[in-house]
Each structure stands twice: as structure tokens, then as C-alpha cells.
């Protein structure tokens, strides 16, 4: 990704994002003792940053090869992302999503007029659904969740959008779960600043891209158990180069530490947020050698929470 | 008030609050058929817009009387916006809080740096404490949460800032306890706007305000009960007789009603707010004939609430 290429890609997806705001709190930053700045993409359209990456994807796939379908696979944030994306062009979205997605993510997802295709709660199982409809289905676009170029090309515009209104920022940190942030974030951070830091935060519980990120290879994400639903997948293969190149480091946290940071988040910047999107700011209190007295940016990934879960964790 | 107080008001008020952002969702407004604007004082510093009727009104005495001590008494919001106002103009804040005041806001309070006074549970204790403790020291301000003319005139930049914004408003509704965020907002439409309507939203279990509004007299709230805490309070005499010029009806829902609403705003605009802050858009979904297909503007008064009532709640 070239600057060229960074603006037409800005280009295709801003009219069809929200700008989303920086927010901040002074209690915060007392207790964190280091200045945090918050780009909330729990305010973004279909409620998480994936909307950039579908939109961006949807977008470029078209231009290759015109289809009256896109299609994927997700139980959660990319599914809603997906069909808002295909009603922008027009297209009908067909979504395999998981016999135990939550009913108010299956809920959004017909709300945007997409169809859905029940299948049992597996990974493998969601896959081989994926890979018989497209066998069947073969003019349907097919779009990965976060191993994709054209996602990561378009989830770039988060950190995009952050350093153009904050140039300071010392490091920025993203969750990490099947890459897709972090290797747009990467690449963003590469191309617009020369001193800002790019972290990874993961759950302790699924913590295979720490552990690929420091033995070289991608490692196999293993019974991942952790309360943030968004990271449990896999790292994706193009994702994993792309972070090797422009990731300083992934730190984990625990369950306990993730919720901690965030009540935080609840209690003192008043937004709503899933637990993935906590996992950054759990990651600056366990780390406070690598992250006081300097200007961190967090990105907050998304906001889709069943307000059961909200009333498990409080 | 007329434009020139108006003004000056403002220019006192402004450099010490947040502009608070409006936001709005799609599915929000296909869910109720109407057109919401949500003014979200959830965001503004000490968490209420009480902050800008503590500020102003603090202003305002500080120039007719010196003082090292600005006293008041409240179980929330007013204790925080008063400390923090305190701190603004360098004085000391004593608040009178009862016992059972939510351990958050009592930390939140000692955080700027009041010194607190516990009472008992009952409004009266906490009057008559503070009465006590006016006696014996003479040269303290004392300011009222809600029925003083100067918190009503702060209270008023709210719906201010919110015409300048978005003149089309046809309704803003504001809850009301006390009645200062009612009265400064009709005292500020009346000004600003030849067409917005002000609504007063109200717990049943607490209604002395309509009770009050459609019988020309304040009516005695008794055994006020709404999981509204904020909205538990008398309607002021300072307060009343500018609400019944100003003001163009008072509606009242049931707290299933405001929880079915609060739940709402949590999922889809992704922000924390207290109870009492959900009764406008409950009043919305309610009536139907009165706000249907319209530009109606909410005032989100504030978002301290207990993490263990939002798990109650949800």
C-alpha cells in the first residue's frame, strides 16, 4: 500500500462510514497515568469497524468480476457488516452464521435484509457450509471476515482516520483475533507516521497470534476460551506476514484484567463496548513501563453486546 | 431571560463544560417512526448537566457575596457538578450526602476534592443538617440542586446549545424531578425557537410534577418510587411557575416503560446513560399521536449510574 493507493481506497469507503469521534477522560488518564485517546468504532455504521473492510472489499470485488450475490461466513460483527455493505451496492448478501450467534446479531442482520443460513456452532462446520454453497452458488463473491487483502486494505482507514486528527499519537494499540485490524492498522501506521507504535492486544485464552508473532509461524488457535467473542478466531495466513512486518508487539490479558478495563470504559467515558474492544486499555494497566506518560491511541473495535452478557460481567 | 442575559450566561458558562455532541441512529428512528436527536449531557464533565447550573450559578453568587465555601446537599449528580464547580473558582465544596448515596458517586465526589457529610436517608435529614450547618457558619453559599433561578439559567444552555445546532427541532422533552432542566429549557426555547414544543417526561411513580402541572398548584410528592433515582425529588417553587409558562404538557410512563426504552438506547446508540435519562424516549414510544414523524430532540440528562443497577436492569 502506497499513498496512492491509501487515497483511493479512503475515497471508495468514506462516503458510506461514519468519521467516527476521539473521545477521552481526564479520570482515565489519572488512573491510567498516561494520556489515552479512544477512536469509536462502537459509533460506526452496523456497530464495529468491519463495515470499512466489507464496504472496501465489496467495492474492489465488484470491479473485478460483477455478481448478483456476496456471501460469508461470521457469527457476529462481519455478518452485520456484510449485509449493510451488499445493500449499498445493490446485491443481495447471503450469510452462514452459527446455530449460537447471539439473536441480536442475527436480529441486525435480517433487519439489513440479508439471508440467512443456520449452521451448527463449529468453525469447520460454518466452513464446509461456505464451501458447498459456493460449489453450488458459483457466481456468489465470496469474503473472508479478516484474511483478505481487500478487508485489511479497508479496515486501514480506523488508523487512517486516527492519525490524520491526532499526528502525536506515541503507539496505538488494536485487539487482535483473525488479524484483519491489526494488519490494516499496520500498514496505515507504516504509511502516515514515522513514530507511532503499533501494538496488538490479545486474551491470554486465545493467544495464538502472540504465539505465531514470536515462534515466526502461524500457530494454531487450540480450544480458544476467552469472555471476548471477537478474538476467538483464528490468524488468518495473509494477515500474519503483514503483521510480522509492521506490529511491534502483542501483549495479552486476562479475562479478569479485560473486564476491569471495561467498567472503565462503562463508568468514566460512558460508551457502550463489546469485550473485545476492552482488551487494549486492560493491556496499558498491565503494562505500564511500555505505556505511561505518553500519547496512546485505543482503537475500540465495536460496541455489539447482548445486554446479557453486560449483565453477566457487571 | 431575554438575549443579551441569555448571552452572557453563555460566555460564563462555556469555557467550563463540554459542547456536548447530538447523535442519532437509523434503527432508532425506523423502530419509534420519528426523527430523534439525542444531546448527550452523559458526556459532559461530572457526568450531568448539572455542571453548567453549578457553574453558573456559582459564578453568578461569587460576584454579589465572597465566600471560601460553596455548600449544598443531593445524593447524585448535583454533589459531583458541585464539587467540581468548587474547584473551578478555587473554593471549598462541603456536601451534605446521605448514607445511602452510591459508593461511585461518593468517590467521584471526594475525587474533586469536597468534603463530605453524611447524613441520614431521608430528604428531610439532609435538610435540616444543612440548615445546621448554615448556622453555624454564616459566610457559606449555599446552592439549591434544582430551584434556584441561577442553576435554572445554567440548566438553560442545554436545549441553548441545542437550537443553535439543529433550529428544526418541532419537540424537545426533558425528564423532570426537581424541575431546573425543565424550566431552564422552556426558558430557553421560549427565547431561541418560535416553534419548539417543551415536554416534561416523568416516572408515574413519582408524578408530582404533572400532578402539579394540570392542578395549578405543587402538589407534595409523597413516597416517590421509580428506579429513576434522579427524578425522586420535589418540584421546585422557583421552578413551577416558569414551567407552567413555558412548558406545553408533562407525560409520564411506567418504569418497565423507561427500562424497555433505556435498553434501546444501550443497544443501538451505544451509549451509557441512567434511568432517569431513558423517560423522554420511553414518552416517545408511548405516544405515538403526539410525536410521530417529527424532528423531536431528547436531552440525555446524565449517565452515573452503578454498574450493579445496569446488571439489575439488564
Redesign the interface.
Known sequence: MNRKVYQRIKTIVAPHIHHT?V?ASS?LNDTYGTNLLFKCE??QKA?SFKIRGAVYAASAKLQRQDTNILTGHSSGNFAQALARAAGIFHKEAILIMPRNAPK?KVD?VR?YGATIIQSENSPADREEMMANYLLENPGAIFIHPSDDLDMIHGNATVAGEFLESHPVLDKIIVPVGGGGLLAGTGLAASLLSENTKVFGAEPKGADDARQSFYSGKIVPSKHPSTIADGLRTQLGKINFPIILETVHDILTVSDEEIITAM?DV??Y?????EPSAAVPLAVVRKYPDIFANQNIGIIVSG?NVD??T??DI?
Open positions: 469521534p473521545v479520570i462502537n459509533f456497530g441480536v441486525a433487519t467498567k462503562y463508568q467515558l460512558k460508551i457502550v463496548i460496541g445486554l446479557r453486560l449483565r457487571f
